[in-house]
């Protein structure tokens, strides 16, 4: 595959990582198979990708005790990413809350180092801003475990620009990790509908900033999370049926009402898709590439068809008249949570 600089890490990885969340919860959970998601893992680390995505919370520890499994042996050829800072209440639920408190964040990441089975974490994410503890405080926690050789490089997720230059002034944000994909375009300062009240684990920007930006301007990697529109960018998904521990059951763009109209956006993706002789995830996938030779897309899979499918994504070249219909695709109706 071919490779992108994660940023000012110093790590040249494949430039699509794995997210892995979905091997362990929110989509389809009753279709979750340990056995074939180890299978997965390692196929990607074969086909060149070698940038993997996790968090604590992902199955309450589940998903890290999964990539821990999955990389006996391979560790030395994957960079490493997993995120603290959020805390499961009830698995069942998926209700949890944050806490960044310096003491908390120390328990987590040794907690975190034990399930993956490695010495240290190449890319630890604070999760979410705790509204509770200073973000300079929380920031300064994790420089602290960086300067302890628990930690290389730190990260934050789904922050707004101006907190990314608050942590910034504290220690190098390495990489910031948001949503972006063809329906969800808040990264690059474009606005999206934002519900009244998001869960805790939400973004809680309605207008972050251009995020993709700074990050280019600060020597940070972009790493989109759901490049495919959990699933919905793929053109498969044509109905509103999901199980009812599926995150998309509650979601608003996935309502039966919602999705119907946002199935103007894959069209104009299979019309591009079409045209240039690839898939329609592989279009969306490409189309997040596009936004800068510092953005690492991690698109999450536990089939190794669509696994194969999203790394040839890398090799889709979207030409400039592709380009404008895909900017110019209808926006999304309906929030992302």
């Not at 790590?11 to 180890?38: F, H, N, P, T």
């Not at 009240?197 to 993709?212: F, L, Y």
């Not at 591009?272 to 996938?285: E, G, W």
Request: net charge negative.
């Amino acid at each position: 595959m071919v490779t992108r600089q994660l940023g000012s890490t110093g790590y040249e990885v494949g430039a699509i990582g794995l997210g892995c969340m979905g091997m362990s919860w929110a989509y389809q959970e009753s279709s979750r198979d340990d056995d074939r998601s180890v299978e997965v893992i390692r196929a990607a680390v074969d086909l060149g990708v070698t940038f993997l995505d996790t968090a604590d919370i992902y199955g309450d520890g589940h998903n890290e005790r999964l990539l821990g499994r999955a990389l006996t042996g391979r560790r030395s050829r994957v960079v490493l990413a997993t995120k603290v800072g959020l805390v499961v209440d009830d698995l069942a639920s998926k209700t949890m809350h944050r806490d960044g408190s310096p003491a908390y964040l120390a328990a987590a990441v040794e907690a975190s180092l034990q399930r993956l089975g490695t010495d240290v974490i190449d890319l630890c994410y604070l999760h979410r801003v705790d509204p509770a503890v200073p973000l300079a405080e929380s920031w300064g926690a994790l420089a602290e475990l960086v300067r302890a050789g628990k930690v290389r490089h730190l990260g934050l997720s789904e922050v707004s620009v101006a907190e990314a230059a608050e942590a910034h002034a504290v220690h190098p944000v390495a990489a910031v990790q948001s949503e972006l994909s063809l329906w969800t375009r808040i990264a690059l300062g474009e606005t999206d509908a934002v519900p009244e009240s998001e869960p805790v684990g939400g973004a809680g920007h309605a207008r972050p900033g251009d995020v993709v930006g700074w990050c280019a301007a600060n020597g940070a990697a972009f790493v989109p999370f759901a490049p495919l529109g959990r699933g919905f960018l793929t053109g498969v998904l044509h109905s509103a049926t999901f199980e009812a521990s599926d995150l998309r059951a509650r979601a608003p763009r996935f309502q039966r009402d919602a999705l119907a109209v946002n199935l103007r956006i894959v069209d104009v993706i299979r019309t591009v898709a079409d045209r240039r002789d690839a898939t329609p995830a592989q279009v969306a996938i490409a189309w997040v590439l596009a936004q800068g030779d510092h953005v690492v897309p991690i698109p999450g899979t536990k089939n190794l068809r669509y696994l194969r499918e999203n790394v040839a994504a890398a090799e889709v070249e979207l030409g400039a008249q592709d380009l404008a219909a895909l900017a110019a695709a209808p926006a999304a109706v309906g929030s992302r949570y």
